[in-house]
């Protein structure tokens, strides 16, 4: 499982400037691994382009084989509100995944919920529900655009937790803004700089959940090389 | 619901009907320009019977049209609400033709199909269709992106499921524009009965006129008010009702 | 439409100074002398219908200077479905109208304070229209059976629910029509008579007809005694009691206009002045309803243009509380100042 970018140039209609100019990488999977970097450098762009939402003015996206069933989940995401959110997970949950779906839903808390429309739910339980249902989908790669971002700390790292340990075999690319998290659980952080560095991207590896809670010297060091790097 | 908009709709007929007699009083006008309060009353006690069952039939061709009508827009729209060439062509085609006076073309209408019950039902359909079809175009074409995005990128969406999230998202809008073009309807078929038909209020209202008798048109106002307000109130409700059911027991999700 | 007259010429100044002492008042004198006339009356007069052969009389006092020549500014406003001159004349914003007999009878019998002070049209142009291969309507009987266009709520009904009465009929014995504005059901043939205005359309149907292998014939109420009073000349009350002088001034001139207007001498200007208001009119067809207008309104040479005709007004009276289109009898004569009174 590898996704690249080659050489890639975009600029987006109205924008002043390039989004990416020259951006080059290479993420090899499966794993759990974030895109990182400040608002408003392209983060959700480059989640669009590695879905094929986007095409590139220049340069090359790569993806392999392993990597072709590629889902995008953002936190902004809706449920339809003429049904319940267990009846539409029913719904949408492939008959194989069932079980799953009754376990991540009582892993992330939102068991008492099932029962509501979407729209009475809290910010963090949208979170939670929205994930839930491309968790339960085939995939090979899933782009997680601030999926967990009205998620408390803790329940945020229950949850990551839990994806790594029922989702060993896929590739994630989890976007945020924390940088304690991307440095303690995910494997690699691309981190992403703005269009006039060299290069443009840049890849940290991150403590993939060793080390427990503490922040430990390596933690330390994986932080301080992902802030050097934006 | 119902009695709200008929006490609403009595307010206002009250309040026409007292500036019309202070104008008479003021302007010392016989019963021939402003009927007195005797004069109307009489007239009423006339012609209500008649000019209820009038309104009545006029009423239900109005009915009928609006259904017509939403069939016809609903399907329209759902057409159009793609950016193929079809879908384009019926947008700007609904744009530019509800420039034309429905009411310029209705005499034409009547010379090819007589002045029966089915030359009323077309004009009055015609007369709501166009902005009932441009809400259920805008609806329709603006996609609702944090909801479909999901059934896209996971290969579910279907076209059914499109427009049903699409209506559920604006139900509110969907059922304003039609308990407004009820009014539409009502006064499309009034009009086409005054152009050239020989039924319904509108035609009694025409025959009024010719009499110069604005005793008649005061009733005939009461009672097209009266038979709106019951109408739009029932629309309403089966618009709240809908929205509820929706709402509250899981509907048949077609995802 | 108005025609402003020219101010009058002041007076000469012309007269020699004979003494300088008398330089100042005669100074004076000039000037006051030079002052300019009494100024025109102002007056709305509302037509009851569009501008055509029916108001040639009107027009023509305006445009030839009838008006002026009495000492009338004379707004000749054309009227229309949505316009009533009985209305207009209690609101205030027309002096004098033109209005049927059962437009002014139904205004009397409730209260409008409207008064008739001439009767252009003797003979009512509103009749029916039929094909000559139908047989003759030589009796009412013959109405029997027919499909008969009128105009629910229209002078026409009125007027043919009085004649079926004469003739012992009534909406069993013969199949009534609704009309609409175009003449479609009777080029069809699934009406035997329809309605028209016998110095109009009818000419214009008729012509139709005729060239289509299919002469008419007209059917005339008044051939049968049936008298209902068209286009009369009315006013306000008030105006009648308060300023007789002006009211007679316009009767005059109106009439004078009128009868200028169908001299057969004058008839090329006459057809000229309609023209100008009614341009949509071929020149040929105009002039046959220049003719036909003639024989209504002025039904013998030497008749009295405007005279009213009292009989046909108490029978139009008659036939409306016949119908119980009118609540109580009306006084029509107490309404009628003809040019024949003083």
Known sequence: MQISCDDIALSLAGAERPVFTALSFTLKGPGFHALFGPSGVGKTTLARLLIGH?????????????????????NLERLPGWSSVGRHLEKITPAQHRARCAELAAEFGIEPVLGQRFARLSLGQKNRV????????????????????????????????????????????????????????????????????????????????????????????????????? | ?????????????????????????????????????????????????????????????????????????????????????????????????????????????????????????VIAAMICYFPLLLVVLGVMSEPVVEIEHFYRITGRMRWQLEVKIRAFENLHKLTTVVAGSATLAMAGTI???????????????????????????????????????????L??????RVQRRWEAAGGDVAS | ?????????????????????????????????????????????RLKWLCNSSTVGDLYADVHGFFAAAGLAVEVRAGGPERDAIKELELGQAQFGVASADQVIRAAAKGSPVVVIAQIFQVNPLQWIYRASRPPIDDLADLEGLTIGVT????????????????????????????????????????DLWPIYRNSQGIVIADRMTRAGEPVRFFNPADFGVRYVANSVVTHQRLLETRPDLVRRFRQALLQGWQAALDERNEAQALETIARFDPDTPPDLLARQLRVTRELVRPTAGFAIGRIDVKA?????????????????????????GPEEP
């Open chain 2, 1 to 121: 619901m119902l009695a709200r908009r008929t006490y609403q709709f009595l307010i206002v007929y009250a309040a026409g009907l007292a500036l019309l007699l202070g104008l008479k009083y003021l302007a010392g006008l016989s019963d021939y320009v402003i009927p007195g309060p005797l004069l109307v009353w009489q007239t009423f006690r006339d012609v209500y019977g008649r000019y209820a069952a009038d309104t009545l039939n006029t009423l239900s061709v109005a009915v009928l049209g609006q259904i017509v009508s939403i069939c016809l827009a609903t399907a329209i729209g759902i057409l159009g609400r793609q950016t193929t060439w079809f879908g384009n062509f019926v947008k700007v085609a609904a744009y530019n033709v509800q420039a034309y006076p429905i009411v310029a073309l209705a005499p034409i209408i009547f010379i090819l199909l007589g002045d029966g019950f089915i030359t009323r039902l």
């Open chain 1, 54 to 74: 986007v095409r590139p003015d220049a340069g090359r996206v790569s993806i392999d084989d392993g990597c072709l069933r590629r889902l995008y989940a953002y």
């Open chain 3, 152 to 191: 629910y709520g229209g002078n026409d009904e009125t007027i043919m629910r009085t004649l079926l009465a004469k003739a012992g009929l009534d909406d069993r014995d013969v199949t009534l029509m609704s009309v609409r504005y175009d003449f479609t059901p009777f080029y069809r043939g699934r009406a």
């Open chain 1, 130 to 230: 929205n994930l839930i249902r491309y968790l339960v989908q085939d995939f090979d790669l899933l782009i997680m655009d601030e999926s967990l971002a009205n998620v408390d700390e803790r329940t945020r790292e229950q949850i990551i937790v839990k994806i790594k340990a029922l989702f060993p075999d896929r590739f994630f690319l989890y976007i945020s803004h924390n940088v304690i998290e991307v440095a303690r659980f995910c494997r690699q952080v691309l981190v992403l700089r703005g269009a006039h560095r060299r290069p443009q991207a840049v890849t940290v590896p991150g403590l993939d959940g060793r080390g427990g809670a503490t922040v430990s010297p390596e933690m330390e060091k994986a932080m301080l090389a992902i802030m050097n790097a934006v």
């Open chain 2, 191 to 233: 009009v086409a009965e005054f152009i050239a038909a020989n039924a319904g209020i509108g035609y009694s209202i025409r025959i009024a006129l010719y009499q110069s008798d604005l005793g008649k048109i005061l009733v005939a106002l009461f009672h097209i008010g009266i038979s709106l307000s019951v109408y739009q109130a």
């Open chain 2, 235 to 240: 629309l309403e409700w089966a618009g709240a």
């Open chain 3, 1 to 45: 439409m108005s025609y402003k007259p020219p101010c009058q010429e002041p007076a000469s100044c012309a007269q020699p100074f004979r003494r300088r002492g008398w330089l100042l008042p005669m100074l004076l004198a000039c000037l006051i002398a030079a002052a300019p006339a009494d100024a025109a009356d102002p007056v709305t007069y």
């Open chain 3, 313 to 337: 007004w108490r029978q139009s009276e008659a036939i409306m509380r016949g119908q119980g289109l009118i609540p109580e009898p009306v006084d029509v004569l107490a309404r009628l100042h």
